[in-house]
């Protein structure tokens, strides 16, 4: 996927990480690199002699400092994640010299994208659909998304459309704070790459649970419905847009907000410095922003019709 950053091989890493690794997986008999995602770290599929398979990835904290507390993050809330719940298990954890790497149980199938599909899509709404309580040790959504104001601070930024319509946005998305809480798992970064499809294609399992925390029970959903007009439909824009408007029918009034404030926070953020560890981050998010436009357009009318 266009953004996404390139991972060096799995057989770079240093070697005593891999001896680590093997360890607490067995002699390994095949590698599988995995490429994709936004950390800059190695990721692979490593087999067994006994043939078990696992899904390790790992960072160091000098490559990324903010790579390597996602992981953290994500460790921490696989351990107290409830049962049931549609992601992995995390078989081992490394912290050592600076590098942490993760073993976790491999997750047969393929990603529901790019570009999504109707059958990913309703794989990944049933992975979404069973809803579970946070436990404690997740943090709330509030003191991870800081940038849901980002239609507020755009100012200089903004272009034409931004200008006609910022101001409108910032007050939509108001007081995030208040109708963001919740005390459901939230996953929040559903994207067509963090969504793993089983070869059936009628269930999904959520990878990468880095920015795991308790929030509305309807957040996941009105992020998938904004990923889906971001990574695309196979079928192109127009089923993009009727299936996110399908998704959001379904949710309360306040995922439409939740949309806008993604969309906010995507573009403030593509005017930050740009990232060495992740250096096509800045277009990406830009890109998403630019895509949501015409969603978000259809929205404002509609507001404005009805003077909301």
Known sequence: MSGFTVRPPWHASPEWLKAEVAAHVGVIRQVDDVHGGMT????????????????????????????????????????????????????HLVQRDGWIALILSHVPGS?????WTERSIRAALGALSDVKVAPGGVPPIVSLLKDLDGWQRLGDH???WERDNAAHLADAVADWPEWTAGSSVVHQDVRADNVIVAPDGRSATLVDWSFCCSGAGWLDRARLAADVVCSGHADGVEA???????????????????VAALAGMWRIRSTFPADPAMNS????????????????????????????
Do not use: C
């Open 40 to 91: 800059p770290g190695p990721a692979a599929i490593l087999t067994s002699a006994l043939g078990e398979r696992v899904f390790v990835k790992a960072v160091a904290e000098s490559e990324s400092p903010a790579s390597y507390a996602y992981y953290v993050n994500e460790a921490t809330a696989l351990r107290v994640l409830p049962a049931g719940l549609a992601a992995p298990r995390l078989r």
């Open 111 to 115: 990603p529901a994208g790019p570009p």
């Open 158 to 160: 903004a272009d034409a």
């Open 240 to 258: 993009a847009q009727a299936s996110a408007l399908r998704i959001l029918a379904d949710l309360p009034d306040r995922s439409w907000r939740f």
């Open 281 to 308: 981050m800045r277009r990406w998010q830009r890109n998403r922003a630019l895509a949501l436009r015409p969603l978000l357009g259809r929205w404002i009318h509609q507001r404005r019709v009805v003077g909301g």
